[in-house]
Nanobody, 126 residues
Framework: QVQLVESGGGLVQAGGSLRLSCAAS????????MAWFRQAPGKERELVCA????????YYADSVKGRFTISRDNAKNTVFLQMNSLKSEDTAVYYC???????????????????WGQGTQVTVSS
């Protein structure tokens, strides 16, 4: 069983910042890649960024490079997403996700993830 609980979403003006957190419990831990996805109204869910199990490597979608930072605290089973210079197009429900398998080489691919939280809404007003 895997439980992922996101928090930190809200309403922010364009150019502002938000920090999302994801508390993981159950079959989680430092052996799994973690990621943030988002889904805007009428659009498919997309992979925003990911971090390897060791936190030594990260991946970012082109649309968020230089603005978003993913990090993890394995001691606390928590993953973070720092979002700066937010734009209206960042408005979406943001989901935390865990890789399907431990030490998986597919941690940078959307199909490498099989567990998601309930999501947290991020709304950026222009």
């Amino acid at each position: 069983q895997v439980q992922l609980v996101e928090s930190g979403g809200g309403l922010v003006q364009a150019g502002g910042s938000l920090r999302l957190s994801c508390a993981a419990s159950g079959r989680t831990g430092s052996a799994y890649g973690m990621a943030w996805f988002r889904q805007a109204p009428g659009k498919e869910r997309e992979l925003v960024c990911a971090i390897s199990w060791s936190a030594g490597s990260t991946y970012y979608a082109d649309s968020v490079k230089g603005r978003f930072t993913i990090s993890r605290d394995n001691a606390k089973n928590t993953v973070f997403l720092q979002m700066n210079s937010l734009k209206s197009e960042d408005t979406a429900v943001y989901y935390c996700a865990r890789a399907r398998e431990a030490y998986s080489p597919t941690w940078t691919r959307p199909d490498g993830y099989g567990y998601w939280g309930q999501g947290t809404q991020v709304t950026v007003s222009s």
